[in-house]
């Protein structure tokens, strides 16, 4: 369901590939990775004036129109003081300022606080992680942001647009074809109720795509468990591979169009935090909206499998 095009370059093989469902592509470009600017993270953050730790979540956070906020265990739930998005909401995950390791319990009680704020407002829903400021957090204190839209955002239109005529041409939504065609290569990881693989054409770094077997954040009620413990090995996997900032983003849609679309999970890797603030996107990611990827989707399968009994909880 891609193209590749190789190039010989002097310091070894160029890859354009491009989604034939979509439309995006990437290229990949193994040998920068040796340019080694993905230093050892520094992860120094004082929790002064921080607006998410629990002396302050409630005394400065705005509440919702009933004087309320959501409360699931240690996870608070309020809407955005600073929106994007017709309706946009924030779970502070944790009590704890920095956590280097999440719970289960943590995770899954910010995901039903984020599902319960969203699931009453029609539209194009997603919940979204920035974790440490090198992924575009503007707070480090751990967080989830959760966003309604009438309109789909463009990674969203391009999977409804080209599902919608996949579906026609193969009577078989592209999520249900995707996993089968994937599960024989490198770059599939593992899956029970949710499929996860490496992307074939990534849009960032190390991308991470969960097929979810539902459609609307209503019906994502019933996987939040299962999530919780797939997405921890995830996070896992990036920390044996060196990294420890992320994005990541599930996409949803409204229930009136849910015949062509499986609800996925994104994940790519950013760069650690570092004091240099040395970046992972320039030009090529937010201007040509075309990402140089240094590890391919293949390299990150097999290393997966070749550690996966050391992921996990």
Known sequence: MFTVEEFNTRNGILEY???LVTGLSCRI????????????????????NCPFCPDSVEKVTPTFSDGTRILH???????????????????????????????????????KGQVESLRTHHGYTSINWNYLPSSGASLVH??????????????????????EKFFKRERERYGDYLIDSEKNTDRYLFGSEIAWMAHAVPVGEKEILGIL?????????????EFTKDLLTMIDLYQAMGTHAFNMSVFFVPPDETRDFS??????????????????????????????????PEELGRFFQKERFNLGR
């Open 73 to 111: 265990g240690e996870s608070v739930t309020f809407p955005n003081l600073f929106p994007f998005a017709a309706w946009h909401t924030v779970s502070v995950i944790t009590r704890r300022h920095l956590v280097e390791r999440f719970t289960p319990t943590q995770i899954e009680d910010a995901l």
């Open 29 to 48: 470009s193994a040998e920068r990775i040796k340019r080694g600017i993905d230093q050892i993270p520094t992860l120094i953050y004082a929790s002064d």
């Open 142 to 163: 751990p967080h989830l942001q959760g966003l309604v839209d009438d309109h789909p955002s463009d990674r969203v239109d391009r999977v409804l647009r080209g599902g």
């Open 213 to 225: 077997p539902c459609s609307t954040v209503d019906e994502f009620q019933d996987f939040i468990t």
């Open 17 to 19: 590939r491009k989604d």
């Open 263 to 296: 609800s996925f999970c994104s994940m790519i890797a950013r760069i650690n935090p570092n004091p240099s603030s040395l970046s992972d996107s320039a030009f090529m990611e937010r201007l040509h909206l075309e990402p140089v990827i240094l590890t391919s």
